[in-house]
């Protein structure tokens, strides 16, 4: 029986491990942290959970192809909460939009805020219309090509907006709630494909997005449990610190201990930039590979996290707000006029009964967070939460002295917690295109035979979905280079 030494207990590490078990092979996960899950994390503090990582779980509806995946990850079937919008937004005149999930009710609560654009409104319920009824993402990254080329009637009719950004698709709107919100729809990016927004509102109208109750660290569990029911090892609290070669096949990994586990075959699913650079060294790496790898893209980074436990009744807020700011003010470094968070009062297993958690997330430089001293960190983390408390008051009215516990996350905690390369995004600099949801992207390195990459590197994509197929790839490509068939059982 052929071994596989997995490293990183991510998604795409444990998904790997899962169909790796499936298939024959005799797999063992080193994790460096004491979790399984990677970035799909969450953490009790005083009974309050904060989660880190799943804003909208795609692949929650039976019969769709993500679906499919997570059933045989062990991710799903468990207790799911809908939630009645994707977003919501505020201005500091108490002016409310939200975007329902239902077409219907999303369709007249526009038309009551904004009739003066009752035509531009009517078109975009249909383009969301347009998508219904469509597995987009599954289609796209695990319909190969038949997959796509069903998809391609819908993609055609809306085809001017995929090439339509919603931060110039707000501009035509009259309203002026409505131009600030729709430029920040999707996770306040409005450099964000509008098609793409359509393509994922419409998956939330067919019930295809919900909430695992208990959180991401929950749900994480379940997966890392079905690995192990499949008789993989999961070893946690084991950091590799180099990959091991000979003639140029990884046969190995040396860990911080000092001991050395040898396998068949290496997968990393670790930070892409550590992994060729640390890990191998950097004796892998063509030109095309060293420009992926560059930092530069970095230097802002989507992983600063402010979270309270407040002494509040949350279940009737939404599940995700953002605050549309009268002027712009300076948060870690970075100048903003909105801030987004995510409120889980939907989900009472994640706080004392009748309190709520909020999580407020930023934007900022990695740069920022580059102290002289301990103590010069732990300020700029005290002062960021209490400007954030200070925007928040404006909304939740006498939050400030409802706050019972307080946590910060920034992008040095992401590096730390994870190994990564400056914090949360650890993606490559190359362009995410079809070519990858078709399976053509690269997972091995040139001259290394017995080694493949699994996560984010490869998918260029932070989508959890993503890069648990990328683990079940790998395992895909490994079978088919050893003449086996590849099986789910």
């Known amino acids: ?40 994390a969450s953490w009790q ?43 919501a937004f505020t201005d500091l005149k108490g002016n409310l939009f939200y975007d329902y999930n239902d077409l219907g009710q999303l369709r007249e609560h526009m038309l009551d805020i904004a009739p003066e654009d009752k035509n531009e409104i009517e078109k975009y319920i249909k383009g969301i219309r347009s998508f219904v ?4 993402m599954g289609s796209m990254m695990m319909g190969g090509k038949r997959g796509m080329i069903g998809l391609m009637p819908t993609m055609l009719r809306n085809l001017k907006y995929m090439n339509l950004t919603l931060g110039d698709y707000a501009k035509r709107f009259k309203n002026p709630l409505l131009r600030r919100a729709i430029a920040l729809l999707e996770y306040s990016i409005p450099e964000l494909p509008t098609g793409m927004h359509f393509a994922k509102h419409a998956a ?10 208990g959180g991401s660290g929950q749900f994480a569990k379940s997966i890392a449990g079905k690995y192990q029911a499949l008789g993989g090892k999961l070893n946690l609290g084991h950091k590799v610190t180099k990959i091991l ?25 670790a930070d892409g930039r550590k992994t060729i650079y640390d890990l191998l060294e950097g004796n892998y790496a063509d030109n095309e590979i060293a420009g992926w790898a560059k930092e530069g893209a970095a230097e802002t980074n989507w992983g ?13 807020e939404p599940s995700a707000l953002v605050m549309l700011l009268d002027e712009p003010v300076t948060l870690a470094g970075k100048t903003v006029d909105s801030l987004e968070m995510q409120i889980y009062g939907f989900d009472p297993s994640l706080a004392p009964n009748g309190k709520g958690v909020i999580k407020v997330e930023m934007i900022t430089p990695f740069s920022y ?34 706050v019972e516990v307080l946590d910060v996350v920034t992008i040095k905690t992401w590096e730390r917690f994870m190994g990564g390369t400056r914090g949360f995004a650890n993606a490559p600099n190359k362009p995410f295109n079809l070519g990858t949801m078709l ?10 035979d017995g080694f493949y990459l699994a996560g984010i590197w490869v998918t260029s994509t932070g989508a959890l979905f993503a890069n648990a197929l990328s683990g079940k790839n790998v395992i895909k490509d490994i079978c088919k280079r050893d003449g086996r068939r590849f099986e789910v059982r």
């Open 1 to 40: 029986m052929k071994s596989i030494l997995i490293i990183g207990a991510g998604m795409g590490g444990l998904a790997a491990g899962i169909y790796g078990q499936m298939n024959g092979y005799q797999t063992q996960i080193e994790e460096m942290h004491i979790s399984p899950g990677g970035q799909c």
């Open 369 to 402: 967070w580059e102290c002289g001293t301990d103590e010069e960190y732990k300020d700029k983390k005290r002062l960021v939460a209490d400007q954030a408390i200070t925007i928040l008051e404006k909304y939740f009215e006498g939050i400030a002295n409802q």
């Open 245 to 269: 070669t000979e003639s140029d096949k990884a046969i190995g990994v040396l860990l911080e201990d000092g001991s050395k586990h040898y396998a068949d075959i290496i997968i990393s699913n």
């Open 304 to 316: 600063t996290m402010v979270y309270l436990g407040v002494n509040r009744d949350l279940s009737h």
């Open 45 to 87: 503090r005083k009974g309050y959970t904060f989660d880190a990582c799943i804003h909208h779980l795609m692949g929650c509806k039976e019969g769709s192809k993500l679906n499919k995946l997570w059933r045989e990850l062990g991710g799903l079937p468990r207790e799911m909460i809908s939630q009645k919008e994707s977003v």
């Open 439 to 448: 399976k053509a992207a690269k997972n091995t390195l040139p001259g290394l």
């Open 204 to 213: 939330g109208a067919a019930g295809d997005i919900l909430w695992p109750v």
């Open 133 to 136: 009824g469509e597995d987009m």
